[in-house]
């Protein structure tokens, strides 16, 4: 954040430009709020935009007074912002990603958020990242730097969570190096066996515990694998913690609990 050695004259600042924001989410404009104001240019609001260099500490560093850092949830998830009328070949920040909101590959900007939950309740997004198709990165990427990000600035969570997206093989042994204990969401495709040798599909599995299964995941190792039916589907997941000799140790109140707060990340990305 860029530190003021006199009063700013201004008439855009983080204030008014915040209030703005939090008054009108969803059809934010500077147009719209140079119209709002009366008095002040679209011009005003770029040239804002442009002289602030906002980070994402300096997100943490406005949220983080409140959190207790051990103990919480922390989740990764992402969302689009739609832009139908962008031009992508005019801006490294407008791609085509794919939406859960319309179930389908929309034109808009990327947004990935670590959001926390701590052990009292309070939520917040904590990290981010804007998908820059010039840096070269994938969204996986992107989340193991903001998660490593996290943890040096304190953060010590008693679970990280993410659906099947960032399941990926290469994040599941990253949360493993990291010490870290997890629940992600998987493919109902994803091979597991419960035989030495044999591997079947995860949906395939028909001795299903409501404390869960203990199962090998291909490639990865032992993991606990628990099913959820949600509008008559069934969702699959998987749980893990750095001593595997605790695995049988994580109980379906552990699961709900972990999937519950994940929740969270979800409707913020809703309301963004």
């Known amino acids: 954040m860029r530190i003021l050695t006199k009063p700013s004259t201004a008439r855009c600042n983080l204030e008014m430009y915040t209030s703005y924001l939090l008054s009108d989410p969803d059809y934010s404009s500077c147009s719209r709020l140079a119209a709002i104001m009366n008095n002040m240019s679209h011009n005003s609001v770029n040239r804002f935009l442009e002289r602030e260099r906002y980070t994402p500490r300096d ?11 051990e103990g919480g949830v922390l989740s990764i998830d992402d969302s689009v912002l739609d832009k139908p009328y962008s031009d992508p070949s005019k801006a490294n920040l407008i791609g085509y990603f794919w939406s859960g909101k319309h179930k389908r590959v ?4 990327n947004l990935i958020t670590l959001y926390y939950t701590d052990i009292n309740g309070v939520c917040v997004p904590i990290n981010y990242r804007i998908y820059d198709k010039s840096e070269g990165k994938t969204k996986n990427g992107y989340f193991c730097e903001m998660l490593l990000e996290t943890i040096a600035w304190g953060i010590k969570p008693a679970w990280v969570t993410g659906d099947a997206w960032y399941a990926s093989l290469e994040n599941l ?3 493993r190096k990291q010490q870290l204990s997890f629940l992600f969401g998987i493919d109902n495709n994803r091979l597991i066996s419960i035989e030495k040798g ?40 998987i749980m893990s913690v750095p001593k595997l000799d605790m695995l049988d140790g994580i109980r379906v109140i552990d699961f709900k609990h972990a999937h519950n707060q994940h929740w969270n990340i979800q409707r913020f990305h809703r309301a963004v």
């Open 59 to 69: 997100l943490f560093d406005q949220v983080s007074h409140d959190l207790t850092p």
């Open 173 to 175: 042994k990253f949360l």
């Open 106 to 109: 929309v034109k808009g900007i």
């Open 198 to 237: 044999s591997y079947i599909q995860v949906q395939l599995l028909t001795d299903w515990l409501e404390s869960g299964n203990t199962v090998y995941l291909k490639e990865y190792g032992n993991v606990k694998v628990f099913r959820q039916e949600y509008k008559k589907v069934y969702r699959y997941y």
